[in-house]
């Protein structure tokens, strides 16, 4: 089987083993797994299904997605909807919102991440990075310090821990793209 | 023209996602589930459905029965140890405060149980004699089946998530019912001063 081929299926079951009850109750029981666990994973499924597109259509995309921008600002928008607590709260509650979550995030954010990381250069890589660190902070200073629960659906502790989550993991993000532009490859000093 | 193209459908999707973030945040108002449920009914008001409740005294009452005064509802579960027991000295306090447009009959304090299966009628008047119920206008009560329940819930917008210690955590509020059934305003349930005015300015002339 070929690369792509492989990749595609496994995305497809992935997304198939998200979407089925007792795994969706599982991973939407806490905010932390909701967050951290069930949308990366759902953006990934995506990532992996985008790896089956076909080249020609691929490279029709690709004249209106030049360095990557449109599905960089595509995929941007649709994450932001799923960073509200309100749109948290409203995919356990409502169905219609559940089936959106669990198409927008591999369709609208994996999928067009896949298509227009790989155009992208080193300042639209860099933007989006420091967009997602910048956010990482943002988000675990405001879950970690708030009084109030966001969620109605979720404790505060659960609110808190995600919190300290997210801090740290824009704390190792940081560390590991300093580690790379100091001595990764394409450092331009380093020859 | 590649990047021409590129910056017209990159403005186009920011467009529509600007347009969505504004719906799912009732125009960057909202961005959570409990504000966007304070707003909802501030602007749409819903009637209460007439369910019927049971009271701490054993009789039946119902939203219907209920109608012709101004309601303060919370809603609590007895058992519970940490802020309801400051839900129940505030509704003790406000029906001293409010004690004049009580007795007049233009008001009536209502505290409903959202965990009926415990909260039987004498747990209820426990609940209320703990907190020092005066006797007059403040009814503590459970709805009598489990649909009534869902369908109190929803209307007014009340999540109890389990604590994993036996208890629950809630969306505690004070919410106002005004004297045709309908739910028009949610309040903060740490504000009773707030709800005290919210009815005295209703009230007045």
Known sequence: MTAPRRDFLVGAIAWMLLVIPPMRQALGSTMTLQMLVQIPLLAAAGWLIAQAIPARLDARIARWNRSGISGIVLASFAGMVWMLPRALDAALDDPHVAWAKFLSMPLLVGVPIAMSWPRAGFVVRGVLLIELIATAFRLGWLYLISPVRLCSNYLLDDQQQLGRYLLAIGVVAVAVLTWKLMWGRGNPDRV | ?205
């Open chain 2, 1 to 205: 023209m590649t990047a021409l193209r590129t910056l017209l459908v990159s403005l186009l999707l920011a467009a529509a996602g600007i347009a969505v973030l504004a719906g799912a945040t009732d125009g960057f108002q909202a961005f959570t589930t409990e504000t966007a449920r304070r707003i909802d009914i501030r602007e749409q008001p819903r009637t209460v459905p007439p369910i019927t409740l049971q009271t701490a005294a054993g009789t039946d009452t119902s939203f219907a029965n209920l109608r012709g005064r101004w309601l303060l509802v919370d809603f609590i579960y007895t058992r519970c140890t940490t802020y309801c027991t400051v839900q129940g000295g505030e509704f003790a306090k406000l029906q001293h405060d409010l004690a004049v447009p009580i007795a007049t009959g233009k008001l009536q304090l209502l505290s409903v149980s959202f965990d009926p299966a415990h909260d039987a009628p004498p747990q209820l008047a426990d609940y209320q004699r703990r907190f020092g119920d005066r006797g007059a206008g403040w009814l503590a009560v459970r709805p009598t089946n489990t649909a009534d329940l869902a369908t109190l819930m929803r209307v007014f917008g009340v999540v109890a998530v389990p604590d994993g210690l036996d208890g629950f955590v809630h969306n505690a509020a004070i919410a106002v019912v005004d004297p045709d059934g309908r739910l028009v305003a949610i309040l903060d349930w740490d504000d009773p001063q707030g709800a005290a005015r919210y009815v005295m300015k209703e009230l007045a002339p």
